[in-house]
């Protein structure tokens, strides 16, 4: 593990957090869930706290696989209400932050017509895997049919369709000529998670004065009706004072519960890596199309153009959450394994993984229940023994989250004896409000807003919605100058300090920007951004290089990089 706390000043919203020693609902976790539920308290004019021990954002939340989904293979499980609001709640994305949540075509490729229609009664009732059959034309299409039906909400995206071989192949020649057939059907991408997340918490920050974000927090004991934290920046310790604890923290909710004084045995995650290829005959093969499939092994995998690379995954292995997860070279195996399986023309090799991540989901315990099985549903759960009712999230997932933290904060509202005056349902989410939608509409908004920006429109656009002008008016203040190839610039990077809780080197690197996650991270990448960004921090020259050593550790350890350590003088 990376030892990640520095010598640092005490940030000014953590002194008037430790001054103030108290808050109506301390959150600790600042995964989606954690932040969905700080911007909905906020909404309600609740004075919420929200401690995070990294960088927002940065554990589970981190390492989707990048979509918003309504969970078809869900149906097998049984998970009606579960997929009834995942097709809600993506529909619902669609519209309320169009600037990250897109339209995904997705393609399953199927090799016959009756396979597993005898043994997939038997998952639905024992959600126990079995045998790995792969499932057949037939299944597939009384699934799609009954998600069809669950995603009726004015064509937010069209139903699915088949094709025969010939016309499969036809539109995706790359494919594996012994498919049957091929059905496709809409879900969602999500393009940028970590700004997503963001602009939810920035929502939630300018929604209250008393909603306070504090990232490199964590909960390190309680005592009664306070709960004890320490700044990872600075070293100090002090303590909140709270009316109801809300933990959110994921993966780590029975460690931090252990931390509390609580002994629970809540959570079950598992891991699951994925790798991203600069692969430009794979990412033409797909065609602008997500292609998802069971491989052989009964995993639901999935081949994803995005950002200019392809991403592939994912692998569902039980794991410890004390222990960091990485994407190993079985896993690496496994990915190549798959894509040979579907374009077994296209080769593919190791330098061509330009980034891996690997994350821990969120489950509930499961005992001998297979891992694809456990339910990605999530519960609630209250304990009244303290004197401070201590709230427990039990699992959850990136699409649902905006429901989650509605229903989350609505157990908070009745322990606090208030009621809700603002809903979240169909209200824009931070860039966006006001999101031009075609590309004619972008064009007049670009003029309109991002005036003299040139090239840098559309990326300004793509990285903030509509909070680009925001950005642009701040940029055109000062004198500035390009970072990272052009990904990033000096006033832009002074801009996301002041305004984005920017704390470390690896904010930017890796969840401010895509630098890491399309392969642009490299020495002279790092050195630049720390140098610009050390003066804007206070940093010493001790910190600055405590930083970059920090930074391509954790790239090189949990992301598969070669970044080598750079003699500076």
Not at 420 to 427: E, H, I, L, N
Request: proline fraction near 5%; aromatic fraction near 8%.
């Amino acid at each position: 593990m990376i030892d990640s706390t520095h010598s640092s000043a005490e940030r000014a919203d953590v002194r008037a957090a430790r001054e103030s020693g108290r808050t109506s609902v301390l959150v600790i976790g600042g995964g989606i869930n954690g932040i969905s539920t700080f911007r909905d308290l906020a909404l309600q004019g609740v004075d919420v706290l929200l401690v995070e021990r990294g960088d927002f954002a940065s554990g589970a939340s981190a390492a989707s696989s990048h979509m918003i989904h309504g969970g078809i293979r869900y149906l097998e499980n049984g998970e009606f209400r579960l997929v009834r609001e995942s097709v809600e709640e993506r529909n619902g994305l669609l519209k309320i932050a169009p600037h990250y949540v897109k339209p995904l075509q997705t393609t399953i490729p199927i090799y016959s017509t009756f396979s597993g229609i005898l043994s997939a009664p038997l998952r639905f009732l024992t959600h126990k895997s079995g045998k790995p059959q792969e499932r057949g034309a037939f299944l597939i299409k009384v699934g799609l049919t009954i998600y069809d039906t669950f995603s009726r909400d004015g064509g937010t995206v069209p139903r699915h369709r088949f094709l025969g071989r010939k016309k499969s192949l036809a539109e995706l020649p790359s494919l594996d000529p012994k498919i049957k057939y091929t059905a496709t059907y809409y879900d969602a991408s999500m393009h940028d998670p970590e700004r997503l997340a963001l602009d939810v918490l920035q929502d939630g920050r300018s929604a209250h004065p008393g909603a306070v974000a504090l990232n490199y927090v964590e909960a390190i004991g309680r005592d009664g009706d306070k709960v004890l934290l320490r700044d990872r920046e600075s070293g100090t310790e002090f303590a909140v004072a709270a009316d109801v604890i809300v933990n959110s923290s994921g993966p780590w909710t029975d460690l931090t519960n252990e931390e509390l004084g609580l002994d629970s045995r809540f959570m079950g995650g598992t891991k699951g890596s994925h790798i991203v290829l600069d692969h430009p005959e794979l990412l033409e093969a797909t065609r602008g199309r997500e292609i998802f499939f069971e491989h052989s092994d009964g995993r639901i995998v999935l081949i994803y153009p995005l950002k200019g690379r392809v991403l592939v995954g994912t692998t569902d292995i039980d794991a410890d959450p004390r222990e960091v997860p990485v994407c190993t070279e079985e896993e690496i195996d496994y990915f190549f394994d798959l894509i040979h399986h579907v374009f077994p023309t296209i080769p593919v090799s190791r330098e061509q993984i330009v980034y891996n991540f690997s994350g821990i989901r969120p489950l509930p315990r499961h005992e001998d229940t297979a891992p694809g099985f456990v339910s990605r549903d999530y519960r609630i759960e209250v304990d009244r023994e303290g004197s401070v009712p201590l709230v427990s999230l039990v699992g959850g997932k990136w699409t649902t989250f905006r429901a989650l933290g509605a229903s989350l904060s609505d157990v908070v509202l009745g322990l606090i004896d208030r009621t809700r005056t603002v809903s979240t349902a169909g209200r824009a989410i931070g860039g966006g409000r006001d999101f031009p939608r075609t590309e004619k509409a972008k064009r007049i908004w670009i003029q309109e807003n991002l005036p003299g920006a040139g090239a840098r429109a559309d990326q300004l656009l793509t990285r903030y919605g509509t909070r680009a002008a925001q950005v642009w008016e701040y940029v055109e203040q000062g004198d500035d100058a390009p970072l990272a190839g052009g990904d990033l610039s000096t006033r832009e990077l002074e801009w996301m300090v002041h305004n984005e809780l920017v704390a470390r080197l690896e904010d930017v690197i890796l969840r401010r920007t895509s630098i890491a996650f399309t392969g642009g991270a490299n020495a002279e990448v790092l050195d630049e951004i720390a140098d610009a960004l050390a003066p804007l921090l206070g940093w010493d020259s001790a910190r600055h290089d405590a930083e970059l050593e920090q930074t391509r550790l954790l790239l090189n350890e949990r992301h598969g990089l070669h970044i080598p350590s750079r003699a500076r003088g």
